[in-house]
Structure formats: structure tokens, C-alpha cells
């Protein structure tokens, strides 16, 4: 009888270890397939994101949330190398350790993961330790992932996440951090000629105007916000002729206080460019032709 009472016994305790491993696998594959929907989901909102009038500086800043959000990371910093300096485009860290997060390039632990394009791992193992790159920040991060990145096979800066906890990475699944990461490069990849357009605009000189490109970044912003506006270019017919009789000097006078005159003029939210030469731009926004 007792014999099998504990035959009964192991039999149900094996039923119950196969049910609950079949429970696990369920578990693990809902996990997944949550974890592949949240992947396709943040991706779509970085396609999204891509596309709307925006500044550059802006997405990358809305881009950096919506990673922490939908990841649950505690802190994430973009930093890009823009051909002089490295400069932080997105950052929920408290800005007095931004100089710190600007200098990862420099620190002998990150150093090999930029040269071999690889990610690196770094957790302190008691509360007493501190992560080799931080200098008076002890206890803000506790564990850290490095990724630097890379725009065909060309560096341009890195995307580094932190938590206040030990070891918070080790069960993070890294293939899944790689699509951020590989997003994160998009997005920077995408906005480059963005960039570009708004970073080329200059004031010139003569009159205190912005330059055409103007037209094609932050105005373009402007003129957006509202149904409809209309455009007028008008030239100084005669400058030539003013060049050529009063000299060069008398023709940059002319354009000069022309554009005083007409800047003085104008509604605030007309938008006014010197084009080309004696060519001028005004943008009526909100009005009809």
C-alpha cells in the first residue's frame, strides 16, 4: 500500500515538473513574442518620428525617451562626434555629469569597444565600488552598456544606458538592444541631410538676414503652422547700374537699408531672406496670394 501511495506521490510530482516546464516554455515564447510586438512597435515609432517636421536635435531628444520608456531603463545618453568636438543629443542625467559622459571616448575601459566596434559590460559587484569611468558621481550608476556607433563602418560617437542597480544587464536580452541600437543609428543616419539643411543657414553680414537655406529648416517649421502662406521675391533692378556709377560701397548701402526699410515694415510673423545677391525673400505666412 505505502509502495504505492509513493509511486502515486512521484508520479504526480513528475506530471507537475512537465507541466510546469510546459508552462515555462509558454511563458518564455509570450515573452518573446511581447518582446518582438514592443520591438516592432518602438520601431514604428522611430519611422514615425523620422518623418515628422521636426528639428534634429528634438528627434534625437523624443527618440532617447521613448527608449527609456518602452525599455524601462533608468538612464540613456546619446553622444555624437560631430567632426570637432563630441557633443551629448540626448540625456536624462543630470547635466553636471554630462562632462563626464563626454569623455567616455577617453577612458582606457571603453576604448577597445570603440575600436572593435563592440559593446561593452561594466557592474560594480558591492555598494562600496564605483564604475571605473565615473569620477564623483558614486551611486547615480551601479551597471552600464556601451555601444558605439557606427554610420558605414565610419565612428561617429556612442549610446551608453545606466541603472542605479548591480548587475540590472545580465539578463538583458543583448540582441534585442542591438535593434535600438541599430535604430538609434538610423535615426542619426536618416536626419543627417536634416541636419545638414539647418546647420548650413547663415546671417549675412550686409543685412542681418538669414540665408535661403532658412527656407528649408527652421522656416519651413514656421510656415507649417499655418494653412496657407504665400511667397514673394523681389530684386533691386538697378543695382548694377549703382555699382558701376556710385561704386560697390553705395550698392551695399542700398541693400542695406533696403532691408532695414522692409524689415521695419513687416508683420512679426512674416518671415524675410536675403536669396541671392539683390534678390529678397518674403514669406507672408498665413496670407493668400
Known sequence: ????????????IVTLIVYNIHIQKKIESFQNLNERINNLSVLQDFMKLTGEDDSVDNKLRRMNDIVIERYDIKYSTIVVFDGSEY???ASNVDPKHHETLLNLHNEEIFQDSVNTATPKYLTIENENEKLPYQKAEMGRAKSAMFFPLYIDNIYIGYWIMESGQMHAFDRTDTTIIEVVKDNII??????????????IDKIDKTTELHSAEYLYGKAKNIMDGYPTSAVCMFRIANIEKINEEFGRQTGTDVLEETAKIVRQRMAKEYIFVRYMGPRFVIVFSGVEE
Request: aromatic share 4%; proline share 0%.
Open 1 to 12: 500500500m505505502i509502495i504505492l501511495i509513493i509511486c502515486l506521490l512521484v508520479a504526480v
Open 87 to 89: 557633443v551629448i543629443k
Open 186 to 199: 538610423s535615426v542619426l543616419k536618416t536626419v543627417a541631410y536634416q541636419d545638414t539643411i539647418e546647420n
